[in-house]
């Protein structure tokens, strides 16, 4: 007699089919695929489920010449029941998840206490019917044909009571959706409010407002309207109702953020125009002295040159700004403030009486005069504008570091036309401000070249960790060689060990020219990329 090859778990499995089929002492069993709907048979009484029309079972063939055949038939019968077994599985959770979202929607969507009472109802009817499949199917690991034809009755029970429950939330929703009808105006106006109150945030950003609170006031008017929105797509009368309440005040708060920034507008615009004119009346009064620079041909040359084009420009940012453009006037005025710088510092280092101050040697225990002072800090300004293309390549709040500078040359210059008119007291008050701006240019200074060493770190901790991994390189390689099933994984380890080289290598180089922002961008991609190495390494060596 030929042997089956079954494993004695398949062969255990086997047997408890051939149990549960009622097939008893046999060597071959084959399904009759040939049955008829009026046979006498189809006519027995189901033994399970008795008032049942009786379940068709396999004709039975014996031969005893033919045990293989038998476990073979037996297998594909254990497959077939397994199936359908997984098969009502799958349903119970599909329907389960169902019946779950049902409720959930009617929580929201049921109004009226008639569609709440018709909807419990069904779920009632769900919940029993659930509770009967379970106390049918427990406990049975083999459940038998009639009881599974039981589990699917109660099934279909199930699906009967969903869309019922269907049909209830239906009509629910449809008198929640004309009771939301009644409330739209009062969204509606809510909502055009909000809309075309943030239609003018580009107007103030032209005019060079700070738009923080304008845009936080936003968000909270325009969250309750986003809720309202949704309760609508939800038929959700209650949840309308509720966000409906919450709105009190929200709308005022931000048409009265709106209103603080236009004040804003009528103050950066009168201080654009007091700038331009103080730009102006500091350069006109500093070229009253340009007869101290005839010494100097090519200094007064400049100084006459940065003169007239603040002369000339001054009227045209006045009235770039009277039509309205507050980028074109302040593009002016920072021209004219650069313009105005110039003229000072060709002043101090050209003319004759600031010659004649500058060559004076500081006794020692004596105070710094202003004038040196002020010197010092024109070369820290200096030197600011030169660190700036490190800071913007290393600190992503690079601008911050600019304004700082900006701030600096601003009240730098008006200390300087303070000097330059004998001010001496007004020149010293702007030394400690002056002094202030140049230490927080210092301390960014300073972060960014921790930035620098802290990625530098990152780096060398991470090529720590992926030596060992990399290290694995000829290990990995001839176990692939010996086994084909790892040879994709091999291919792709070694794709990804030159990913993470190369991403190291980037890395490197930016630190080297101090650009954190791109080494750090390099170090998370090696990061990533050492971490899919370790993937491939492990099927492979898990293989």
Known sequence: MPKSGLTPEQKKWTDQVLKHLNLKNV????????????????????????????????????????????????????????AEITQLSNRYQALATNAQKLDAQARKQLVTKEH???????????????????????????????????????????????????KVLQQGCEHADAMIAKEMPAVEAYQNTVEDTFKHRDELTQWGVDTTDFDKAHRIANLPLL?????????????????????????EAFVKAYDDAQQ???INKEEVQQQLNETLADATSLNKRAPELEHSP??????????????????????ALSTGDYQGATAILHDNEGALF??????????????????????????????KKIE????????????????????????????????????????????????????????????????QLYSLTHKAKEQVQWVEKQLTQLKDDASSWLDRHKDLKLISQSDENVRQ????????????RNHFDSAAGHIESGKAIQAQKSVDEGMNSLKRLISHASDIELD
């Not at 008829?36 to 031969?63: C, I, M, W, Y």
């Not at 570091?401 to 036309?417: D, F, G, N």
């Open 27 to 82: 060597d071959e069993v084959q399904l009759d695929e040939t049955h008829s709907d009026n046979t006498e048979h189809d006519k027995r009484p189901n033994e399970v489920n008795p008032g049942q029309p009786g379940a068709r079972r396999a004709r039975v063939l014996v031969s005893k010449d033919s045990a293989a055949a038998h476990q073979e038939q037996a297998a594909r019968a254990a497959t077939e029941f397994k």
């Open 116 to 166: 709440i009472d018709l909807f419990k109802v069904q779920i009632e009817k769900i919940s029993n019917t659930f509770k009967r499949f379970n106390k049918n199917f427990s406990g049975q690991q083999r459940p038998d044909a009639g009881t599974i034809s039981v589990l699917k009755t109660l099934l279909d029970k199930v699906q009967y009571h969903i869309t019922e429950g269907k």
């Open 227 to 251: 809720r309202m929105q949704k309760a609508i797509s939800d038929h959700s009368y209650q949840g309308l109702k509720f966000m409906l309440g919450k709105i009190a005040g929200k709308k």
């Open 264 to 266: 804003q507008i009528e």
């Open 298 to 319: 090519e200094a007064l040359t400049q100084f006459t040159s940065a003169f007239e084009k603040v002369a000339t420009s001054t009227p045209k940012g006045q009235q």
């Open 342 to 371: 110039q003229m000072q510092q060709l002043w101090f280092s050209n003319a004759t009486t600031a010659d004649g101050e500058a060559d004076q040697p500081i006794e020692k225990g004596k105070p710094i005069p202003t004038r």
């Open 376 to 439: 010092n800090l024109r070369h820290a300004l200096e030197q600011a504008y030169e660190r700036l293309p490190f800071i913007k390549a290393s600190l992503p709040n690079a601008h911050q570091y600019e304004a700082e500078c900006k701030s600096l040359k601003k009240l730098l210059t008006s200390a300087q036309s303070d000097l330059i008119s004998g001010k001496v007291e007004d020149a010293e008050d702007k030394v400690l401000p002056l002094r202030k701006i140049r230490f």
């Open 489 to 500: 994984s091999f291919d792709a380890y070694e794709k990804e060990a030159e990913n993470v």
